[in-house]
């Protein structure tokens, strides 16, 4: 028997799930696929990410990569770069072009797959296409279109928005205000341009929402500063002299006259149509709204090509946009050329979608396709009822549809909250509501399936049964994944989308909340197999372990914590912080004494917060708020002495920002000697406790709010924690002071104090929960107090209380039988390590003031007193006071200047510092002329690994603080370096990025001689200079952007001296 060709036209998602399909099937089959873009199939779902990953030159192992060309040419693919230009339907051959050259070429088929997926529609809008370049053969040639209009589809796509905003682009217009027009506004967005989402209809995805729904919607986007315009009609796009977008022309909703928006790029993404144009050329059946028609089979009018994905048009009549019906389509044409003709039949699929939309879910669910058709959701069909739902304070919104008996949940909306998307698009297809009622659905509570007797999820917390889908994109069912963890050991996320794909879709089944983790912890446990939990490789234990041997063992120092409980040398990035954390829980000593300084995240190590210059803000505390005028005319007097910017921050303390590191202890001093503390505002600890005036001033008050806060302000400073803390006292029940949103908050009443816990701002905003109510002041600190221990011994790493609170089987109703009731019997160690704590307490900061040894920590260079201006950003005015300008200074991309083993002899020793001066396991900064490097101490290492110097400029962003990062090693034996501003790692034996390999740093040759004396071979310090100079320089102009900093004036010399100062004195 001949083994047939089959020939699949487009390598996309779709594309490529048929060849994967095939390939599993085994069966006798050579493939080929033609494609058209310069890489293998990649996930379209997650375009948007590739601002974040930047990847494009690693070509074909993105992180949005499906397939490696070697994965290709190991699994016998044949891929052929190129489009297809016509199809001879009597040869069975497919003519393409190759790339650059132009070049015709043909491939012979037995089996043609058509998979070209789809093309953004460009309406005929007067300036939105260039007729005398349209091509008609290629539907997406970016020729045809003027400088500034960009459609939202490939990669190359996303590579023309990137050029144009180098270029100078600051504004966008985003035509469509559907799903992929969101996701366009989406790019537009992180690209930090200017934009505007421009949507014919009333409201924003009128196909999938009503009207309220999309309201919600746009609220939402309108709070990131997009701006939303609805109801318009786009009259122009308006081109320049030299035919460059410089407006849109568009009629408001209402208005009698247009406006021309200023932008200069337009994003086209109001829809798509197939990708039908060699169909059309090969005389094969078309669509009633084009497409390629096909039968139940997939098969065409050619009885030898068939057609998948957005370009098959079903029964000649839908085609679907979707990823799941794609899937589902390759599945079934797999199955037929494998099994014969009418082995499977596919019929139709779920429109049913989740998406995250601009950072808001969106979800729209219906059991057949009459719920999008015929708009079942809009309330018009008098054989549906709705029940809807809108929460003010979260800004979401649901909509659920029933049959008019209520018996059958139709279909629904979820904006801003999908969290019950899997459970009700299940329940959807059921012939009831399994036990649970319409208002029950609504509010979330009872889950479905709950209220039936009988969990259907057999308690792994998914509320799925074993035949509902838990990953709709690609089509699995729980017990087809389950089934993955089980026979073929499949124990992690990552080996679970290799061993069954799942999760490889919009990914949001696999994220941390979705169903999938949910699944495999519960599964992994009744296989009597515990998941990874271990901090990392250094330490196979959580936190919460951890935390209990450090205790126990009473262990010091994380070399003690390494040889009692963990694996390896040194540790690394991530387990040294929490490391850190545990030991400061516990014992509360200063965390830059007896080398754990090396072990302390970013700000920890200075105690003060990193900014993106790599200066430090200071932030004093300030208990409950109460501050005396002399205290404030002290901190003036301090931040106009060093020319800080000063501000209230968002907690409503005083902050300083702009203090240079080796200026940092002699600013401790001055506040401190005037009567100030640290607070803490670098640590994971107490940040502050907010308070209204109460009865000192209110005539509301219930008690004296104020004074409860400065008591709970000092008895919980420098307590260290997973994460920071937060804690507010209302004086009355009108609650300025917002307890009810902090980790702790506590409401004055006629008779005490009510007590809530667990409460937070940020990303998820989440309510405290009520503790205990009319508290006297013992009786209210004695529960905080349980409360912090209880947190700080049992929660996961930088985990606020809310989640932790949350994950508690019981929630607040376990946490007053464990703190009131003493239910585990541990109230009396809380007590304990309370008054530890408690005990322990130091000011930080006064500490450095007064300890010579501490000051040399914060030295600017190890081999000088001299110090020279290390950032990399100019300041300008604003406002009245002096701050580093707004603008971030472009990556220093490619290969690193200097390599230690390509030393000129020309290069020369320098002196870096005396071998007794280097922290061990750490760095320190060194000056040569104005250049610096990073020299890093390593004793635990082999001999030729124990001193590294590197550049101590990060290509990243720029920062001079190489030599401030946390050194560790991975079991590979890399030795890596986290760069303290943006985490960027390196490995420091090459000075090879780690995270981004574009990102690399120069490395020299670095010796001890018999004198104890470090040096470092470098090139001659202008040499070196201008290298750099000029590196930096190359950055700034293929990003576009003018290097400011080298062009701007002197600065100011800092500290003033005292005749400046004359002036500041009160």
């Known amino acids: 028997m001949t083994t047939k060709h089959v020939v699949v036209l487009g390598h ?61 040419k190991e699994q016998d693919v044949g891929l052929i770069y190129g489009r297809a230009t016509a199809v001879d339907r009597a040869a069975r051959s497919v003519t393409y072009e190759a790339p650059g050259t132009g070049a015709k070429h043909s491939v012979q088929y037995d089996i043609l797959v058509m998979a070209t997926g789809s093309y953004c529609f460009v309406p005929p809008t007067p300036g939105m296409t260039l007729p005398e370049k349209r091509n008609l053969t290629w539907p997406d040639d970016p020729a045809s279109r003027p400088t500034g209009v960009f459609v939202y589809r490939t990669i190359e796509d996303l590579e023309g928005m990137l050029a144009a905003v180098k270029s100078g682009a600051k504004k966008a217009a985003v035509i469509g205000g559907g799903l992929l027009g969101l996701e366009a506004a989406k790019a537009a967005y992180d690209l930090k341009l200017e934009s505007h989402v421009l949507e014919m209809a009333p409201y924003l995805m009128p196909t999938q929402l009503n009207e309220m729904g999309g309201t919600v919607l746009t609220e939402k986007i309108k709070a990131l500063g997009i701006q939303v315009h609805v109801g318009v009609q786009i009259k122009e796009v308006v081109l320049g002299e030299d035919r460059k977008v410089t407006g849109i022309r568009i009629l408001q909703k209402g208005a009698e006259e247009p406006i021309v928006l200023d932008v200069d790029m337009v994003i086209v993404s109001c829809g798509v149509r197939p990708r039908d144009e060699l169909a059309k050329q090969c005389g094969l059946d078309l669509g009633g709204r084009g497409g390629v028609k096909v039968d139940s089979s997939l098969r065409s009018s050619d009885e030898n090509i068939y057609a998948i994905g957005e370009v098959a048009a079903i029964g000649g ?103 019950d998307y899997s459970k009700l698009l299940q329940l959807s297809k059921k012939p009831d509501l399994a036990g649970n009622d319409p208002t029950g659905l609504l509010s979330g509570r009872p889950a479905a399936g709950a209220a039936s007797g009988a969990s259907v999820d057999g308690g792994d917390g998914t509320g799925l049964a074993d035949d509902d889908l838990i990953c709709t994109c690609i089509g699995l069912t729980k017990a087809t994944v389950r089934t993955a963890i089980v026979e073929k050991d499949a124990h992690t996320v990552p080996l679970l989308k290799k061993a069954c794909k799942v999760g490889t879709g919009c990914g949001g089944c696999v994220t941390p909340v979705g169903e999938v983790p949910k699944l495999l912890a519960h599964t992994l446990k009744k296989l009597g197999k515990a998941a990874a939990t271990g901090i990392c490789s250094h330490f196979p234990y959580t936190r919460r372990e951890l935390f209990q041997i450090v205790k126990v063992k009473e262990l010091k120092s994380i070399e003690d914590m390494l040889d009692a409980a963990g694996q390896g040398k040194g540790g690394c990035e991530l387990c040294k912080p929490i490391c850190a954390s545990i030991l400061a829980g516990i014992w509360n000593e200063h965390c830059l004494k007896d080398g754990r300084d090396q072990i302390q995240d970013t700000n920890d190590r200075f105690l003060a917060n ?72 670098y640590g994971k600890a107490l940040r502050a406790v907010k308070s209204c005036v109460g009865t000192d001033w209110c005539r509301y008050g219930q008690q004296d709010s104020v004074n409860m806060a400065v008591i709970m302000e000092n008895r919980y400073k420098g307590i260290r924690s997973p994460h920071k803390l937060k804690m507010a006292v209302s004086g009355c029940l009108r609650e300025c002071a917002e307890a009810q949103g902090k980790d702790v908050g506590v409401i004055a009443t006629q008779a005490g104090f009510n007590l809530y816990f667990g409460g937070n701002g940020g990303a998820k905003p989440v309510h405290a929960k009520l503790f205990a109510t009319d508290l006297d002041e013992k009786t209210l600190l004695k529960y905080i107090d349980r409360y912090l221990m209880f947190y700080i011994t049992t929660a996961k790493h930088l985990e606020r209380t809310a989640p932790w609170q949350a994950g508690l089987e019981g929630g607040i109703e376990f946490l007053r039988k464990v703190i009131i009731e003493d239910s585990l019997g541990i109230c009396e160690d809380l007590d304990k390590l309370m008054e530890q704590n408690k005990k322990n307490w130091h000011c930080e900061w006064k500490a450095v003031a007064y300890d010579e040894d501490l000051q040399k920590k914060f030295h600017q260079f190890v081999n000088t007193k001299e110090t020279h201006d290390s950032e990399h950003v100019e300041y300008v005015d604003a406002r009245g006071q002096r701050h580093p300008n707004t603008y971030s200074p472009p990556d220093i991309t490619g290969p690193a200047l200097y390599s230690k083993d390509a030393a000129s002899s020309e290069w020369e020793w320098i002196f870096a510092g005396q071998v007794s001066d280097y922290p061990s396991n750490g760095g320190l900064a060194v000056k040569h002329g104005s250049n610096e490097l990073a020299v890093f101490h390593l004793p635990n290492q082999p001999s030729d690994l124990q001193w590294l110097a590197v550049q101590n400029i990060c290509p990243h962003k720029q920062a001079r603080t190489i030599s401030r990062g946390l050194v560790g090693e991975l079991a590979s034996g890399a030795i890596t370096l986290a760069d303290p501003v943006y985490k960027t790692t390196y490995d420091l034996r090459t000075g090879n990025g780690i995270a981004n390999p574009n990102l690399n740093l120069s490395t020299f040759e670095i010796k001890v001689d018999a004198d104890g004396k470090v040096l470092v071979k470098v090139p001659p310090s202008e040499q070196m200079k201008k290298a750099f100079d000029e590196q930096i320089d190359k950055a700034y102009q293929l990003a576009g952007m003018e290097n400011k900093k080298a062009k701007a004036p002197a600065e100011i010399k800092y500290p003033l001296n005292p005749a400046a100062r004359a002036g500041l004195d009160w």
Request: hydrophobic share 35%; net charge neutral; charged share 25%.
């Open 317 to 419: 009549n839908l085609c679907y946009g979707l990823w799941a019906p794609g899937v589902e389509q390759a599945d079934a044409l797999v199955k037929n050329l494998v099994d014969g003709p009418g082995s499977a039949e596919y019929s139709g699929s779920d429109l049913s979608t989740k998406l995250k939309l601009l950072g808001c879910d969106v979800a729209s669910f219906g059991r057949t396709l009459d719920f999008w058709f015929k708009r079942q959701f809009d309330g018009k069909d008098p054989g549906i009822k709705s029940l809807e739902y809108k929460d003010e304070i979260n800004g979401s919104y649901r909509r659920l549809c029933f049959t008019s008996d209520g018996s059958q949940l139709m279909g629904g909306i979820l904006v801003g909250d999908a969290k």
């Open 610 to 681: 990193i900014q993106k210059t790599g200066t430090y803000s200071i932030i004093p505390r300030c208990a409950g708020g109460d501050i005396d005028p002399d205290t404030l005319m002290a901190f003036a007097r301090t931040a106009k002495k060093y020319g800080l910017w000063t501000k209230i921050t968002g907690a409503q303390r005083l902050g300083m920002f702009g203090a240079e590191r080796h200026h940092l202890p002699a600013i401790y001093k001055e506040l401190v000697d005037a009567g100030m503390e640290s607070g803490q505002a």
């Open 12 to 72: 996309g998602p779709i594309g490529h799930s048929f060849i994967e399909k095939l390939k599993e099937s085994n069966a006798p089959f050579k493939i080929s696929v033609v494609c058209e873009e310069p890489r293998p199939a990649y996930n379209r779902v997650m375009l948007t990410q590739y601002f974040e990953d930047l990847d494009a030159a690693k070509h074909d192992q993105m992180k949005l990569s499906y397939v490696t060309e070697a994965k290709l």
